[in-house]
């Protein structure tokens, strides 16, 4: 297998033997973060047995036992044409993560000039994590509650991106409100997706099917997905992108968050390729806009 390939030749470690185990790795900090050397939570994944040639390829990964850790560290190697080093992406799940699929598959085929180096969940059991899992993407439990006990404290949150050397985090269907210390941590560094035109049907409790119900029964004739940054409250930040999605006269719920769902994954992907390509530009008045690859004196 070419996963226990790359374990067996970089690591002493001996390879693992079944492809569908779980692996536990753990990332204990230097002395410096007292808080994470305490807790030395641990972080998921599962060795993947069909990894390609074209996923690998690119990648440089890494095993560093004198401080009993293992690294599976993302090259920074720089596009030759374009001089942009790829970016290294976190994203945020807490269900299927139809999104974090679309934007996985972006990455390995090239359209998004960024890797994925770890997945946050706040759910250890959702689709998204076992398709993280199965990737053989680090899976790190954010944040601790009382059906998940093994979740991480913010602090150890952000130590851990800092830790695989993040760029940008994505949200992707997370559905906790995110900890200050991460949003001081990466200003205008986070963003979220979220299925309605907001400001319109936005906020605590506005998530999923729950949005597509109440803009049909408010009788709105348009509705959306809006990409924005995120801030300390739901759906509030900067918006970044938005996309217009009629509402029909006879439309369910499910009908309608199907054809949403379908302009979500186009444009999260386009939004994510152009922050990967620095093309995201703020005004000085604090509105974030995209320059146009194709013509970079026209933004949208």
């Known amino acids: 297998m070419e996963a226990q390939r790359l374990l067996s030749g970089f690591c002493s470690t001996p390879p693992i033997q079944n492809t569908k185990t779980q692996v536990f790795v753990k990332f204990p900090l230097s002395s410096s973060s ?11 994944f599962k060795a993947c047995p069909s990894i390609s040639q074209s996923a690998l390829s690119g990648k440089v990964f890494q095993c560093r036992n ?43 085929r090239g359209s998004i000039h960024g890797d994925i180096v770890v997945v946050v969940t ?3 059991d959702c689709g998204g994590a ?9 899976v790190i439990l954010f944040p601790k509650t009382k059906l998940e006990a093994d979740g991480i404290s913010p602090a150890d949150l952000v130590a851990t991106l800092r830790r695989f050397e993040v760029d940008f985090v994505l949200l992707a269907g997370y559905l906790k409100l995110i900890p200050a210390e991460l949003i001081q941590a990466y200003p205008r560094s986070i963003l979220n997706i979220h299925p309605s035109l907001l400001p319109a049907f ?17 009788g709105a004739r348009y509705t959306g997905p809006t990409i924005h940054f995120v801030d300390e409250h739901y759906d509030t930040g900067r918006i970044l992108a938005q996309r217009v999605v009629p509402v029909l006269a006879k439309d369910t719920a499910e009908e309608l968050a199907a054809r949403v769902l379908r302009e979500e ?36």
């Not at 920074?76 to 699929?101: P, Q, T």
Request: with cysteine.
């Open 34 to 44: 007292a808080s994470f050397a305490q807790s030395q939570k641990w972080v998921s």
């Open 66 to 108: 004198s401080r009993e850790r293992i690294e599976f560290l993302a090259s920074d190697k720089e596009d030759l044409r374009s001089g942009i080093r790829r970016k290294k992406l976190a994203v945020f799940v807490s269900g299927g993560g139809s999104n974090f699929r679309s934007i996985q598959e972006a990455c390995l």
């Open 122 to 124: 706040s759910k250890q």
């Open 265 to 300: 994954h186009r444009i999260y992907v386009e939004v994510i390729t152009a922050l990967c390509e620095d093309r995201v530009i703020w005004r000085e008045d604090g509105v974030p806009i995209i320059r146009s690859k194709e013509n970079p004196n026209e933004y949208s």
């Open 202 to 218: 936005g906020g605590k409790g506005n998530y999923g099917m729950k949005v597509h119900k109440a803009v049909i029964a408010s």
């Open 130 to 138: 076992d398709y993280a899992r199965d990737k053989g993407l680090p």
